[in-house]
C-alpha cells in the first residue's frame, strides 16, 4: 500500500502561519520565523533539570525505561512547565497552542511527558511534528482501504454491526454476549475497545482497580475534527490560536483538481462548539483564526467525542496518568483477554502505528498459548 501514499501539501510547503493571539486578534507570521521561535521555546521547555529531551527519552517507543523519571516529570502538566519558564506571554501562548494540540485540550490539562513523547518521537522540532503527524495519509480509499486490505488477508469468521454488552472469562473460555443476546466463544479474546468505551462494557470477572480507574478519566482529547472547503484558492497554510478559541489549529490539505477550491482539516477545542451543526457559528469562529476572513462553501465533521464506539479523538493523558497507568493498561485481564487498543501504545499512543504495535504484540502472545501443548495432546504424545 505504500504506492498509495499521499502528502498533504499545507505543512510541507506552508507558505503562511496565522496565528491568534491573547488580544483576540489574528496576524499573520512568516513560517520561517514562526518555525526557529516554536524550536527554540521547545529546547528550553523540554530541557529540565539539566537533562535534554534525549537523555529522558532516549528510546520513545520504550517511554518507560527510565520509570522513576519518567513519573517525577509526568506529574507536571504542560501548564506548569510553562509557568516555570521565563518566556514572554505570546510565547507561552504559542508553544500552548502547539503542545495543548496533543490532547485539544487547554495546556493545563496535558502531561509535560506526553508533549516530551511527541517531540521525542520526532527529532524534537516543530518541522518534525508537522512531518510525522499532518503530511502523509493513504490515496485511493483512505483509511477504509486499509481496513479492507487487512480484512482481505483474513480468513476468520467476521460479526459486524454488533455492539459488545459483556466479556466474560473463566478457567476454559471466553464468552462474548453481544447487545442483542447472541454469544460469541473462544479461547481467547484481544479487546481493542477505546480506553474511554471500557466503562460502558461489562467485564466478568470486573477489571482490575488501575484499570477502572485509568477508564475513569480517560484520555483527555475531546475536541471534534472539522474539513472545511474554501469558496476559493488559498496559499497553504498553518494557523493556531489560544485555547479560549473554539479551534484550536488547522492546516490546508490540498487543493481540488476540479475546481481548485482550498481544502482545510481543523480541530475544534476541548468541545467549545457545543453545536456543531449550526453552520453560522462554526464558519464564523473558523473564519477568526485568519486575519481576512475568506468565504468558507461548507464543511465535513465527525463528532468523535460523542461516537459511543469512541468518545474521543486521538489519546492523550492528563499530568500523572500515563506513569500510573500505561504498564496495568497494557496487562491482559486474567489469562484469557489480551489489551491491544492504541490508546495505551509504548510508541505512536493513539495513532494507527500505536495500534499496529498493541494488535501485533498481543497477536504473538496469543498465537504462542494457541501453539503450546495442552495436557490432552501432551498425554497423547506420550502414548
Known sequence: MHRNLKVTEGPLSCEAVYYKYLDGKAKQVDPVEFDNVANAIAEKFFNIDGLTLRDYLPRPHEPMRYPEVYAKYDRLS????????????????????????????????????????????????????????????????GTTSLARAILSDF?????????????????????????????VKARYLICTIPLNVLKNIRFQPPLSQLKTEAATPGVITKGTKYHFEFA????????????????????????????????SIGFGNGGQLMNIKDSKQVISSYQQLFPQPAEISGYAIHDWRDDEFALSGWACFGPGCASRYLRALQEPHGDRVFMASADWADGWRGFIDGAIEQGTRNARRVIGLLRRPTAANRLRARM
Not at 517531540?119 to 503527524?133: D, L, P, S, W
Not at 459488545?164 to 476454559?172: G, L, N
Not at 476559493?232 to 488547522?250: E, I, N, R
Open 78 to 141: 504542560v501548564q506548569d512547565r510553562l509557568d516555570q519558564l521565563d518566556f514572554s506571554d505570546e510565547d507561552k501562548a504559542t508553544f500552548a497552542t502547539l503542545t495543548g494540540g496533543f490532547g485539544q485540550s487547554h495546556a493545563r490539562d496535558v502531561g509535560f511527558m506526553e508533549a516530551a513523547m511527541w517531540f521525542a518521537r520526532v527529532g524534537g522540532t516543530n518541522a518534525g511534528i508537522n512531518e510525522y503527524c499532518s503530511t502523509y495519509k493513504i490515496g485511493n480509499g
Open 155 to 183: 480468513d476468520g469468521d467476521i460479526v459486524v454491526n454488533a455492539p459488545v454488552a459483556e466479556i466474560a472469562q473463566d478457567s476454559q473460555i471466553v464468552k462474548v454476549t453481544l447487545r442483542d443476546s447472541r454469544q
Open 232 to 263: 476559493q484558492p488559498q496559499a497553504h497554510f498553518f494557523a493556531g490560536a489560544t485555547f479560549d478559541s473554539p479551534f484550536g489549529f488547522t492546516w490546508s490539505d490540498h487543493h481540488g483538481k476540479q475546481n481548485n477550491h482550498t481544502y
